[in-house]
């Protein structure tokens, strides 16, 4: 088995959110260390800071030197890429300068893509997130070549979540992508983000998941049209299970339990002993 860690929506430098980011995933990458030490990799799937300030990314890049495994960048509607490039310089990137990579594990082929509409940085519209044409053919060669599973990861969902206000802002060309992967059929999952919210279901036959953010979560109202909305709940983290067999999609909400003290407590509604 290999074993992924999620990270979303860290939006560093977000003024009501205060020092919560900063907090959290420290708190986060502490808790990954303690309880999934066996992590191969930790991805963050975009909106790593809130208005893609070198300062924020500048606080991003120190939280992070105490991460306990390889971390892995995706930039979202809130990012900007050239401010995040300045800082993470050796983050992998396309010839077209595309925040993009492929990983290799032992049972998928991880493929992280750039859905960031910008520049020029115009908002509302480049909330909505898009996969050119340089992007699509880079997808089309990655998923020609594997030779295993792909899990796709994405910061904008390519398909509706029920939520019409982050519907607004999905991914804007989610058809032609879906008719992409269909050509191939070698998809086994799709991971995303931005909505800020605990999601997984089915579109066109492939399953996908979403996790919460570290900060503000979006309420469950479905039919409210403001994709500003929060409320604040605990944070939480992904963990994807990677075996022979597919793919297993956990949510640990690290912070409403002390998995330690648990553990320590010794065995919690054991079985007989035989």
Not at 119 to 142: E, K, N, T
Not at 148 to 177: Q, R, S, W, Y
Request: proline share 7%.
């Amino acid at each position: 088995m290999t074993k992924i860690i999620v990270f979303t929506d860290l939006h560093f430098g977000q003024e009501k959110a205060g020092n919560l980011p900063k907090e959290r995933l420290t708190k986060g990458l502490a808790h990954v260390a303690e309880h999934n030490p066996d992590a191969a990799h930790i991805i963050l799937t975009g909106d790593l800071t809130h208005d893609g300030v070198v300062r924020d990314y500048e606080t991003l890049r120190d939280v992070l030197a105490g991460a306990p495994c390889p971390v892995h960048f995706m930039v979202g509607n809130h990012d900007i890429r050239e401010n995040f490039q300045a800082v993470f310089p050796a983050a992998d990137k396309t010839k077209t300068g595309h925040v993009q990579k492929v990983i290799d594990t032992e049972f998928a082929t991880l493929v992280l893509l750039d859905t960031l509409q910008a520049p020029p940085y115009s908002y509302p519209f480049s909330h909505i997130g898009v996969l050119c044409a340089d992007r699509l053919a880079w997808l089309d060669a990655q998923l020609a070549a594997s030779e295993k599973p792909c899990i796709l990861f994405l910061h904008h969902p390519p398909h509706d979540t029920g939520f019409v206000a982050m519907d607004a802002i999905k991914l804007g060309n989610g058809p032609e992508f879906y008719d992409l992967i269909e050509r191939h059929g070698n998809v086994q999952q799709i991971v995303c983000g931005h909505v800020h919210r605990t999601i997984s279901g089915v579109h066109r036959g492939v399953p996908f998941c979403q996790f919460k953010s570290l900060v503000g979560q979006m309420p469950m109202l479905f039919d409210v049209m403001d994709f500003h909305m929060e409320t604040d709940e605990p944070a939480a983290y992904g963990i994807l299970m990677l075996t022979p067999d597919g793919v297993l999609a956990h949510t640990e909400d690290f912070e409403l339990s002390d998995l330690g003290a648990i553990r320590r407590s010794g065995p919690v509604n054991a079985p007989p002993a035989k």
